[in-house]
């Protein structure tokens, strides 16, 4: 799961078949390193689609949206990613680990968006991670003799992300809920939207987390009253990642000895609210599983909270409650928007270089970020959660209970380096460590350890995963 770092002496290097074929046909060729400033409209995404009847190569710039929808529109194909299996099997004949923008590399037909055409020059993966090839367009053009030419990438400049206006997240939900059901009618948002209740058991731990003189008795009543989640905090204190010494023997003894009244709560009320909507069937290929990425974002939060200088540290099982859940709107989403999930599951297969932000707004009009927010203060969670949730992909926002949401975002940013989560790497501003009061050095430090126990964690996380 975790990418090998390479020596620090090592040269990342571009595959020498690679280099032989650009020879063969006369390309001239520079190799670049990948670095964040490289203009995304000289990126040229490739990536490799089939249906029944075959497989098609698509080429088009990485400031665009590839948009399945228009496709199918302008081939009459409903196309969909290679599965993974088949494209690694490709992609391992000639030892590469990412897909060259060469039509010779592959027998399948090729159709790109003419607008990649539009910039002098041009970069192409050259088939090992971080190592890019530079051409003039013209000498691309040659690739492309046999390909076809058309418009089909939605430019990213044309989704209006809202990022920072959370007042309109009400009213924008109630028009994608609207749209999607094709109702024309005003309703209540709670009407339109088929959203649980919040489950009691949920509801007595709230009461808890907000009574300050709750006691270990009763967090260990409330936990006991439910049979799935006391034996879920017994197995997780019991659990390697924990090395607690003896056998934990009942709820109080795992509370008590090994997991903490806090971190007990926030755990607690975290599988509630996550058991409230199942996992969906659908996802997308390549996806960490929803409770792998939730306990290691958690984890994650857990050991830079407690890096965090004693003076600035928020509150430690709110933190990790954040992390918990930071992905609820995916259950969210598939839950409302069930037909409408299974298309942004295949948009996110084919956009791999997008944050899911944008292939939502533009299929939905809202983000998993809006409706998991509003879902939290729907059901009255603490109001740090609910910012946690919103503005998570947002690394300068400074806000009210800014701490949160910069946890997660850091969180999630760095699990990404290493290889874990979905998404486009990104370079961390260093304002956002500055805001938290960390060190990079320390933050890595802290997710490093976490990993020194990946094989616990893993083991943990599948506890939440049960076969359909």
């Not at 595959?15 to 001239?28: E, F, N, T």
């Not at 192409?124 to 691309?140: N, R, T, W």
């Not at 909507?277 to 659908?282: I, V």
């Amino acid at each position: 799961m975790t990418e090998v770092a390479l020596a620090p002496d090592s040269e990342p290097q571009a595959p020498s078949v690679i280099l032989q074929l650009l020879d063969k046909l006369g390309l001239a060729y520079q190799i670049r390193l990948e670095e964040p400033s490289l203009e995304p409209a000289r990126r040229v995404q490739a990536v490799l689609l089939e249906d029944a009847v075959g497989t098609l190569l698509v080429f088009y710039p990485r400031n665009q949206l590839l948009d399945l929808n228009r496709l199918a529109e302008l081939t009459g194909r409903k196309l969909v990613a290679v599965k993974p299996e088949r494209f690694d099997r490709m992609l391992g004949k000639h030892d590469l680990n990412t897909l060259p923008a060469l039509p010779p590399l592959t027998s399948s037909p090729c159709l790109y968006d003419e607008r990649l055409l539009q910039e002098p020059q041009l970069l192409i993966e050259s088939g090992h991670s971080g190592v890019l090839l530079e051409l003039a367009a013209e000498d691309f053009r040659q690739l492309l003799s046999k390909a076809s030419a058309a418009r089909f990438g939605v430019p990213l400049s044309s989704i209006r992300l809202n990022l920072d206006r959370p007042d309109d997240d009400r009213a924008e939900i109630t028009q994608a809920v609207q749209a999607f059901t094709a109702r024309r009618i005003q309703q209540r948002l709670e009407e339109t939207i088929e959203i649980p209740p919040l489950p009691e058991t949920a509801q007595k731990i709230i009461k808890l987390r907000v009574d300050p003189n709750a006691t270990v008795d009763d967090i260990t009543g409330v936990v006991e009253t439910d049979p799935a989640l006391a034996a879920q905090v017994v197995s997780w204190a019991a659990s390697p990642y924990y090395a607690a010494p003896g056998k934990i023997r009942s709820v109080e003894d795992a509370i008590v000895r090994v997991l903490g009244f806090d971190l007990v709560i926030n755990l607690a009320l975290g599988l509630a609210l996550g058991k409230t909507l199942s996992l969906p069937r659908e996802q997308p290929q390549h996806a960490t599983p929803y409770w792998h990425q939730a306990i290691y974002t958690a984890a994650v939060i857990e050991g830079l909270t407690r890096a965090i200088p004693r003076a600035q540290r928020p509150e430690a099982g709110l933190t990790y409650l954040g992390g918990l859940l930071h992905n609820f709107g995916y259950l969210v989403l598939a839950h409302v928007f069930p037909p409408h999930f299974t298309l942004i599951c295949r948009h996110l297969e084919v956009n791999p270089h997008l944050a899911h932000g944008y292939v939502e707004q533009h299929l939905l009009g809202i983000t998993r970020e809006q409706i998991g927010s509003w879902l939290m203060r729907f059901w009255d969670m603490p109001e740090e959660l609910a910012t946690s949730l919103r503005f998570q992909h947002d690394p300068h926002y400074d806000g009210a209970h800014a701490a949160y949401p910069n946890l997660v975002c850091l969180a999630v940013s760095l699990l990404r380096s290493r290889g874990i989560g979905t998404g486009p790497v990104e370079e961390i501003p260093d304002e956002l460590f500055e805001r938290l009061g960390l060190s990079r050095d320390k933050a890595e430090e802290s997710v490093s350890k976490v990993l020194e126990a990946e094989a616990a964690l893993r083991e943990l996380a599948s506890q939440f995963n049960p076969p359909h």
